[in-house]
Each structure stands twice: as C-alpha cells, then as structure tokens.
C-alpha cells in the first residue's frame, strides 16, 4: 500500500506557524517503522505542483513542467487518438472567476455543481467558437471536457490545482501561439455572461459560468516510466492549505492520523508492504517498510524527525 498525503505542509504562514502545535501520534510511530528515501524537490512556481508530478510518475506519465498528459491519455482510453492522434490534447474546465481589484480568482470548480444538462447545455453553445480556431470539444465529465486543437501542441499550461480557489494572474498561458486561446476566453465570458444555463443556475442560487480553464495539455510518451505499487492519493488537507486556514488544516490533519494513519500503522506493525509519501510544495519524502536487524530498529526509534520536523522540512 502507498499513500501520498498532499499540502502536508502549506507555504502559508498561518499553515506553517500550526505545524509546531499538531498532535499526530500514529504518524509519530509510523516514522519510527518506516525508512526515509531520497527526497524529491519541487517548487511552488511551477506549472506542474509536485504532488501532480508525484500521481503522474506513479502512473507512467510523463513530461515536462505544464505538460503532463493527463488529458491525451483520457484521449486514447476513449479512443479518440485513433481519429486525431496523440498531440494537441487538453482539459477545458468550465469556472467561475472574480474579478477583483488587484486581481482575478478562481472559484473552487468543484464548488460550482454542474449537472449533466447544464454540461451539455454549456458545451453545445460554446462549441461553435471552439471550432471557429480549429478546437474540437468532447464530452468527458460534468466538470471537464476533452478539446483537441493544433494551438494545445506543446502548450504548457498550468494545473487546474494551482489555480482552483486562487489567483490565475500568475499562471495564465502568455506564449505567442496562446493568443487565441486568450481571445477565446474573451468570447466565451461574453457569450455565457446571458447563457440561460447561468440564468437557471442563479435561479437554483447556485454560482454561474463565466469562462473556463485549460490544463492537461502534453504529448504521451513513446516509452512510458515503468510503474510500480499504485498510488492512493489523499488531498483533504488541499482546501484549507489554499485559505492558509490553520484551524481546519490543523483538524484534517488529525483526522487523518486517527483513520488512513492509524491503518497505515496497523499494516506496518504485521509486516505487510507500507509506503507512505508526505508532500509539500518544495519538498516529498518517500518512507517505507524495510527489513532490517533489531538493534538498526531500535537506533531508527532514537534518531527519528518528529513529525513537526519532518514537516517543517517540507
């Protein structure tokens, strides 16, 4: 079993200032169990957040920084690469953005509650102008669609994870063959600002949609990583990480210890296969279940980080 814990330890200072405060004690005897691997690095400026890297390295994927792709491989499992082939894949999520003074902000998209009528409704409209610059929008989920188009080739585009809940100023696509893509988005904030999708939505008092955000772009690899253990991913620590809300991340993190923790250690302590991955923003450690002698077993449980420790190295 390998378990990765996503924003174990957040960039924001009152995240960061709880850390010290957590009381964690099955992740604690977990640390004592379990051997540190060399760390991976990553960095909050980039396209790809670590934690995305970590899922797609898991999964076989790869490509650089914006260009994990996600949306291809969704592509081929339909079969559409058959027709349209590999390159020039993308996710369009449908959102919600706040323009404010200083900057424009990204409603959570998993917030918004799109039903399968308003998805379709939203797509069919949006369609035409799609085509228009050489875009072929496909069904995949309520909440995103498949596009295929020559403009996403070689695009890298941020991940919707960087953007869901904040700021996109920093992370919207500025490259010269992006052009398009950007008066696109004009078009569709015009055309959806009177949709009647969005009048039945204020309606229902639900939020409208008012643009939407490509990420997922990338070419898969002709040779793929080979894959190990698959990877179960956890991110409730992901929402109040992103509000920098100490109180509720400080609480998702002891529900974790009490439950995924405390079975990650049960396992542990039967012998049976254990990996845990906590991640941050600059910093993933990898520890696992390794045999070793028992006086190795003791020295671990004396030289072992605290977790406060290990999370403030992240």
């Given amino acids: 079993m390998h378990l990765l814990i996503s924003h174990a330890a957040p960039t924001g200072l009152q995240c960061q200032a709880a850390i010290a405060a957590l009381t964690l004690p099955n992740l604690n005897e977990l640390l004592g169990l379990l051997s540190p691997m060399p760390p991976l690095l990553g960095s909050p400026d980039t396209l790809t957040p670590l934690a995305e890297r970590l899922r797609a390295n898991n999964l076989g994927l790869l490509g650089p920084d914006g260009l994990i792709p996600w949306a291809a491989t969704d592509a081929q499992h339909l079969g559409l690469t058959k027709a349209h082939g590999d390159a020039g894949w993308a996710w369009i999520t449908p959102c919600h953005l706040n323009v404010q003074s200083n900057q424009v902000q990204m409603d959570d998209p998993k917030d918004l ?43 890298p585009t ?61 070419t898969p690899s002709t040779s793929p990583l080979i894959t190990t253990e698959r990877m179960d991913h956890v991110d409730t620590l992901r929402q109040s990480a992103v509000r ?32 845990l991955t906590l991640c941050g923003e600059r910093m993933a450690v990898t520890l696992e279940l390794k045999e070793r002698p028992w006086w190795e077993r003791i020295q671990q449980r004396f030289s072992t980080s605290s977790p406060q420790q290990l999370l403030q190295t992240l």
């Fill in 244 to 275: 920098d809300d100490a109180h509720a991340w400080a609480q998702a993190w002891q529900s974790l210890d009490s439950t995924v923790l405390a079975n990650l250690l049960q396992r542990a302590r039967a012998g049976k296969t254990v990996q």
């Fill in 158 to 218: 941020a991940s919707l994870e960087r953007v869901a809940g904040a700021s996109i100023d920093a992370w919207m696509p500025r490259q010269e063959n992006a052009r398009l893509l950007r008066r696109l988005q004009n078009e569709m904030q015009m055309l959806l600002y009177t949709h009647a999708a969005n009048d039945a939505r204020s309606a229902r008092g639900l939020p409208t949609v008012n643009a939407f955000w490509v990420s997922g772009t990338g």
């Fill in 113 to 155: 509650k799109i039903s399968t009528q308003d998805c379709e409704s939203l797509r069919a409209a949006m369609k035409r102008y799609f085509e228009q610059d050489g875009i072929t929008l496909h069904p995949l989920t309520n909440g995103t669609w498949l596009a295929f188009g020559d403009m996403f080739k070689d695009l």
